[in-house]
């Protein structure tokens, strides 16, 4: 049994950066939660702390131990994070989360004394059992997996991979919801609740990779077996060829309706009034149910389970708050294949005008098949005018500066993208960044599209639709939640539209910081920023 006497400081450095976060502010994740839920089973002291803050005061409590997580941006962040705490602390510090993708690199930078690699429930278990955090002896941990460390000889070692976990095991994982209330926006941030882990898509990409590895086109890609397609005879990871979330977390596994509908309820009890029902594809919950005697690696085959998804959003309904509409629940991602005009109807009847996104990342459909995307322009066009129809707001997604993209590709994306503007709410685009564990993993980091006429010209024609759809804001009445205080206006508040869109600075609001209310566009003040006033009838 693990040391009673541990006091793990549990440090969320998601999206910060160099230090503090610029954008999603009102985002709060899974993971540190998913982290307390197995401390908590533990009947350990642990509190989430926000990197930022960390950096900024130091730690204000009286810890034994640091955990900490983020993704590779975030890796400056997370390096002054450990060296605050090596100035007052000798307690050992795990690093966790993508960052640990980058493997020795990650350890090395960062200087922490475990990672823990990919799904972490499992790990973290045998980890706190092994007595490891309290002795410092690293014989005790050789034999659990997912862990690296560097030896007494300055060497990495990496205990072995850790298999995925279960569907069985998944649904035992339990976050914590009491430890939401260590975020200080809880109250008006959106709160991720994870639905299913994993990805169905278990292709592969056709691109050629720096080493001059490329798709021999065995087939193993099209098997119904997973092993087939885990052990590609060229090693190239699966997936679309710029992500890691196969590699780490394997096939989608779904949460029970009553664990999820449960969390919800606990979380609505600490005040929370913006739900996120996270996954990598909202879609795929319930088809592992379909499909329960081999893995889910098919984004198309079985279809869409309509009759879960309508279960999960109808039971998350008879919630009291969320019926008065107190509480905004919203989904996360979604494959353009597998949405439909019956899935159409179940979102708007159950989530009415709620925003949700589609990655399309390329508007050419060759370059789409070259990175082993399971959908094309095609798909994502056929499924924003199924969301525009019911009322629900599509953001699409793009990536510019990818392996493969050419001029033509480039037009093609931007021709595109204003053939989907009256059809969507935004459009955001993202600069690709190789992904340890990714088939791209070994790609050079690309220069921003500024610097890069082909990508310029995606990003040219993102920039001149978002600018379009924020002018036509003007006038309109949306609503949002007051989130924090709009600290060049001493009456006013910065607020988020609940169906997406840009931050809202609202006049005279700053006394109703919490609340949803309606607001009045007045006009647009700069790229992510408008003014509005309280909309009184």
């Given at each position: 049994?693990p ?5 793990i400081?549990v440090?969320d450095?998601?999206?910060?950066g160099k ?7 009102d985002?709060?994740?899974c ?9 908590e089973?533990?009947d ?5 702390l926000l ?10 409590d ?10 590779s941006?975030?890796?400056v962040?997370?390096?002054r ?8 602390n000798?307690?050992?510090v795990?690093?966790g ?10 350890l ?7 990672m ?11 980890l ?13 941990i050789?034999n659990i997996n ?8 300055k060497e990495f070692?990496?205990?072995g991979?850790r298999?995925?976990s ?7 994982f339990?976050?914590?919801t ?30 050629q ?7 021999s086109?065995?087939?193993f890609?099209e ?6 397609r885990?052990?590609c005879?060229?090693?190239i990871?699966?997936?679309?060829g ?14 029970s309706?009553?664990h999820?509908?449960?969390?919800i ?5 600490f005040?929370?009034?913006r739900?996120v ?9 319930g ?14 085959i079985?279809?869409a389970n ?13 919630i009291?708050?969320v ?22 109807k179940i979102?708007s ?7 949700f996104s589609?990655?399309c990342?390329t508007g ?10 399971p ?6 066009l056929?499924a ?6 019911y ?5 699409v ?7 493969g993209?050419?001029?033509?590709s480039?037009?093609e994306t931007?021709?595109f993208?204003?053939k ?7 459009v955001t685009?993202?600069?690709f ?6 088939a791209?993993?070994d ?6 599209a ?7 010209i ?5 920039n ?5 759809k924020?002018?036509?804001?003007v ?5 949002v ?8 206006d001493?009456?006013?508040a910065i ?14 609001s700053?006394?109703r ?14 790229e992510?920023?408008v003014?509005?006033?309280?909309f009184?009838l």
């Amino acid at each position: 049994m693990p040391d009673s006497k541990l006091r793990i400081a549990v440090v969320d450095a998601t999206a910060a950066g160099k230090g503090r976060r610029r954008f999603t502010r009102d985002a709060i994740g899974c993971g540190a939660r998913s982290v307390c839920g197995v401390l908590e089973k533990h009947d350990i002291y642990s509190k989430i702390l926000l990197a930022e803050d960390v950096i900024e005061k130091g730690f204000q409590d009286d810890f034994t131990t640091l955990f900490i997580s983020g993704m590779s941006m975030d890796k400056v962040a997370i390096k002054r994070v450990i060296k605050k705490w090596r100035k007052t602390n000798h307690g050992k510090v795990v690093v966790g989360g993508p960052v640990t993708s980058e493997l020795e690199q990650s350890l090395r930078e960062t200087k922490a004394d475990l990672m823990v690699l990919g799904e972490g429930e499992i790990t973290l278990d045998e980890l706190l059992n092994s007595n490891y955090l309290v002795s410092g002896n690293l014989s005790t941990i050789k034999n659990i997996n997912g862990i690296g460390y560097i030896n007494q000889k300055k060497e990495f070692v990496l205990t072995g991979l850790r298999k995925y976990s279960t569907s069985s095991e998944f649904r035992e994982f339990r976050a914590s919801t009491k430890h939401i209330q260590d975020y200080p926006n809880h109250f008006s941030a959106k709160v991720y609740v994870e639905c299913l882990r994993g990805c169905s898509n278990f292709g592969g990409t056709r691109i050629q990779l720096p080493d001059g590895r490329k798709c021999s086109e065995c087939g193993f890609c099209e098997s119904d077996y997973l092993e087939d397609r885990a052990n590609c005879p060229e090693e190239i990871p699966p997936g679309c060829g710029f992500c890691s979330v196969p590699s780490l977390f394997g096939p989608s596994r779904s949460k029970s309706i009553e664990h999820v509908v449960n969390e919800i309820k606990e979380l609505v009890a600490f005040n929370v009034k913006r739900i996120v029902l996270s996954a990598p594809d909202f879609l795929d919950f319930g088809r592992d149910e379909l499909f329960a005697t081999k893995p889910l690696i098919s984004t198309s085959i079985p279809k869409a389970n309509a009759k879960k998804i309508n279960e999960l959003l109808s039971k998350i309904q008879t919630i009291d708050r969320v019926a008065k509409g107190h509480v905004w629940i919203e989904v996360e991602n979604i494959k353009a294949t597998l949405f439909t005009e019956e899935l159409g109807k179940i979102l708007s009847k159950y989530l009415p005008n709620s925003p949700f996104s589609i990655g399309c990342e390329t508007g050419s459909e060759k370059h789409a098949k070259l990175l082993g995307r399971p959908s094309g322009p095609k798909d994502t066009l056929r499924a924003v005018k199924i969301a525009h129809k019911y009322g629900l707001k599509a953001h699409v997604y793009f990536i510019h500066s990818l392996p493969g993209q050419t001029k033509r590709s480039a037009e093609e994306t931007a021709e595109f993208i204003h053939k989907l503007e009256p059809f969507i709410e935004k459009v955001t685009i993202y600069r690709f960044r190789p992904l340890p564990l990714s088939a791209f993993g070994d790609f050079p980091d690309p220069q921003p599209a500024i610097y890069n006429p082909e990508s310029k010209i995606i990003a040219d024609a993102a920039n001149e639709v978002n600018f379009r759809k924020k002018k036509n804001l003007v006038g309109e009445v949306v609503r949002v939640i007051i989130s924090e205080p709009n600290y060049r206006d001493e009456k006013g508040a910065i607020a988020y539209i609940l169906s997406g869109g840009p931050m809202v600075a609202v006049e005279n609001s700053r006394e109703r910081i919490g609340e949803i209310v309606e607001v009045k566009i007045k006009r647009v003040i700069s790229e992510k920023l408008v003014l509005g006033t309280i909309f009184n009838l």
